[in-house]
Every structure is written in C-alpha cells, then in structure tokens.
C-alpha cells in the first residue's frame, strides 16, 4: 500500500520511524567514515588547542582563563555574584601572556568585566583561529572539505525526506485535509538535527583522538585530587581540557 495514501496518524507514524532511522543511520555513516582516515602525527600537549577539539572556542577561552587565574593574571571580583568578574591583575603587561589567547584575555580584562564576555568578544575569538586551522587541516575538526562531503551525502537523504513530506502535503491540500500541522514541525525538526550533524563540531577521527587522549591521561585523572592551585597549573590545564572544568577538584572551583 502506498504510505502517501495513508491517514494522518498512521503517515505521521511512518515518517517519524522513517526519520529517526535516516538520522541515526547517517549519524553513525558519517562518524564511522570519518574515522577510517589515520591518525594524524600531531603534538597534543596544549591544553588550550584539546580544549578546542573537546569543545570548540568556549571551551579553549574557559580552560585559558583558567590557566591565567591559576597563575594570577586574572583576579576574581564579585566572586559571591551570580555573574563574577575578572580583571587583569597586571593591565600593563599583556605580554605576560604565553600564548595569543591569554594575551587576548588580558586585554579584554584590563577593565574588570563579567567572565562571560570573552565567548563574544572578537579578538578572543579570533585568537582561538589557530586551532581551528591546524586541527581542521589534520580532520580532526570540520574544514571546507570535509562540510561538503557532509553536505553531499546528509543533503542527498535530507531531500528525499523533506521532498517526501512536501509531496503528503500537497496530497492532503488536494483532498482538502489541513491537519498537517504536525508534519511540517517534524519535517522542520528534522532539518534542523541534519544541519547540526553537517556542522558538527568533531569529526569521527576527533573523537577517536580525543578518546585516546583521555586514555593518555587517565593516570592524571586519577590522581586530579592531589593538584595544588598556583602549584601544578600547567596539569590542573591539561585535565581541565581533556575531561572538561567538572573533572578538577574542589580547591580549582
């Protein structure tokens, strides 16, 4: 029997099956093929440039000022507040920054603000542009190559669902049924889950480095409660960014 002569609830019931199978399935394909490529010969030891790969520009600018706080570049202010701030302690000298990102921040923070701001700010944003060019260069996060090759083959599948819907659509008009109320908010959902899939922020072969990398530093997870605050920030960094801020103990927080 053909579905597009089916009422409204048995082809809603259809399509949605039909849905969540292509996501899933296209969820799993594009992983599973972007983790054939090999494992590319790359120096992971900045905690800066892991916290990028596990999360993208946030999450590299959170494990930044957290280095600058451990280290005391940034103080704390209104720490009680619900939104605390950070200031540069020393605003003269941004070069005490080791690397681009912290500089950023400290320049950002030369007025006390609240620590949100750096997600929108440019200059931070800009300077996490590094990662984003090397790890994309190696695949480990999506370059321009890689989102056509998602686009192709997630778009394909997407047009053929979408065309599908349109097609039940302008059947029920025809036959002077409006209930499709509900198929449009599904068609819409699914578009929307396939373009997150296409923008994802890691490709398969990220996450089979990010794995391993937590695998490498298991041993710095395990012993995480013995880390001193201003003593072992260079460590306190790199478990922060492989295993996100949740991962430090109570004397980081």
Not at 78 to 106: M, V
Not at 181 to 192: C, G, K, N, Q, S
Not at 197 to 220: E, N, P, Y
Request: with cysteine.
């Amino acid at each position: 029997m053909n579905p597009l002569d089916w009422n409204g609830p048995e082809f809603l019931a259809f399509y949605f099956t039909l849905s969540v199978f292509s996501y899933l399935f296209l969820r799993l394909y594009v992983r599973a093929r972007e983790r054939q490529q090999p494992i590319p010969k790359l120096t992971m030891s900045d905690p800066f440039q892991i916290a990028f790969l596990r999360g993208g520009e946030n999450e590299a600018i959170r494990i930044a000022s957290l280095s600058l706080i451990d280290r005391g570049l940034l103080r704390i202010t209104d720490a009680s507040s619900k939104t605390p701030k950070l200031e540069t302690t020393y605003p003269r000298d941004i070069n005490l920054g080791k690397t681009r990102i912290e500089r950023a921040l400290l320049k950002l923070y030369r007025v006390g603000q609240e620590s949100s701001v750096a997600f929108s700010d440019p200059e931070c944003k800009h300077s996490c542009g590094i990662y984003r060019e090397l790890l994309g260069e190696h695949r480990l996060v999506p370059n321009a190559e890689i989102l056509q090759e998602r686009a192709i083959s997630i778009g394909f599948i997407a047009l053929l669902l979408l065309g599908f819907a349109a097609l039940k659509i302008y059947i029920a008009l025809e036959r002077g049924r409006e209930n499709i109320a509900f198929l449009i908010i599904l068609a819409v959902v699914l578009t929307y889950l396939l373009a997150l899939l296409i923008w994802r922020h890691r490709t398969g072969l990220g996450d089979r480095v990010l794995a391993d990398l937590k695998t490498l530093f298991q041993s710095l997870y395990i012993r995480r409660d013995s880390l001193r605050p201003r003593m072992q920030t260079t460590d306190a960094a790199l478990l922060a960014a492989v295993f996100g801020l949740s991962a430090l103990p109570a004397a980081f927080q």
